[in-house]
């Protein structure tokens, strides 16, 4: 599966995930070829790009929870679109307390991981849902933590709002003081500013607010960027400890469905292979097959893991040199000058 922006879709390529309307009605599913009206109807709807299976990939599984959270996501933007716009002219939001109720019930839960399928992003709806992503993320790093209710909704809020300016948020009389803290600690954060006197809790909230954020944002589709995987996003929070906390890292690690049985990765001994065995202890130490000689690497023993480590998620299953066309059409012209 590969990452294929807008303007280089070619007929015939296909889906890897499903596109939904803003209704959630399911407009194109996976496995379709794209048509040429397929591909203006991507255009139409503004898609910074799209995820496209390679031409020998078999369509991999996909759980109904990676498909509701798609569809959730599709169907939410346009209530919070509205909401930030009434929170901006200083008015009473009308969807936001229901949409945190709904996350809370759906992913504020410490029993359930979450899938870390990334989303189909326009250019419109980027910010939308990326405060969507943050928001659902931090619930389920709170639910890990055993924040009461209350502050799991809370952090969900924070999420929801998160992009909006602080000054806004601060001057905004329908908004709890309580997410007004657990920003403006974030905020503090993100700014190198010390905190005094801070409430713990809400500093930690805070800190998971943040590596919400970063994650989201590193593992986010860009025009000018190609999304990091997830392996590579927790190896940088990982690497910057010190900066975002233990406790908040750890928070995440614990909250997503990555690098379990079937994720294909790529080795620092530049192997490849396919996670056979995953580790609920520490997930970037699972038990992996090699492809090239059938090796088992045990990442859960620590004399294999000191030569051997998870470089990044294999982003193609084709291995083959891709040629464009205009070398292909060079060295054609070489060999016919040639040839006569």
């Known amino acids: 599966m590969k990452f294929v922006k807008t303007e280089n879709l070619e007929k015939g390529m296909r889906l890897a ?3 939904y309307n803003k209704n959630g009605v399911l407009l194109y599913d996976r496995d379709t070829k794209l048509t040429k009206q397929g591909i203006n109807s991507v255009k139409n709807f503004d898609l910074i790009g799209i995820y496209i299976l390679e031409d020998a990939e078999p369509l991999p599984p996909i759980t ?43 992913y504020g839960r410490a029993d359930k991981k979450l899938s870390t399928i990334q989303n189909l992003r326009s250019n419109e709806d980027y910010t939308y849902k990326h405060c969507l992503l943050i928001a659902i993320i931090s619930a389920a790093m709170a639910a890990r933590l055993k924040f009461t209710d209350r502050e799991v909704d809370e952090v969900i809020y924070a999420g929801l709002i998160h992009d909006l300016s602080l000054s806004s948020v601060l001057e905004t009389e329908y908004i709890s003081d309580n997410v007004k803290t657990i920003l403006e600690y974030e905020n503090r954060f993100i700014n190198k500013k010390a905190l005094e006197d801070a409430d713990k809790r809400k500093e930690i909230l805070a800190r998971i607010l943040w590596v919400a954020n970063v994650y989201d944002d590193m593992t986010a589709m860009k025009l000018d960027k190609e999304p990091a995987s ?48 995953g580790n609920e202890r520490n997930v970037l130490r699972p038990l992996i097959l090699g492809f090239r000689y059938n090796e088992i690497y045990n990442l859960m023993a620590d004399d294999v893991y000191k030569k051997v480590q998870i470089r990044d998620i294999m982003k193609t299953m084709d291995r083959r040199v891709q040629i464009d066309r205009s070398t292909i059409a060079e060295y054609m012209e070489r060999y016919s000058k040639k040839a006569f």
């Open 230 to 277: 997830e392996v590579l996003a927790v190896k940088y929070l990982l690497k910057n400890s010190a900066k975002f906390g233990d406790t908040a890292i750890g928070a995440l690690v614990d909250s997503l469905r990555m690098l379990y049985p079937g994720v294909c990765v790529e080795l620092t001994n530049k192997s490849t292979g396919i996670v056979i065995v």
């Open 64 to 106: 109904e929870d990676d498909i509701e959270f798609e569809r959730f996501q599709t169907m939410s933007v346009f209530g919070l679109r509205e909401d930030i716009e009434l929170i901006q002219m200083g008015r009473e939001p009308a969807n936001i307390e229901n949409m945190v109720k709904l996350i809370h019930n759906s």
């Open 17 to 19: 995930r499903p596109i």
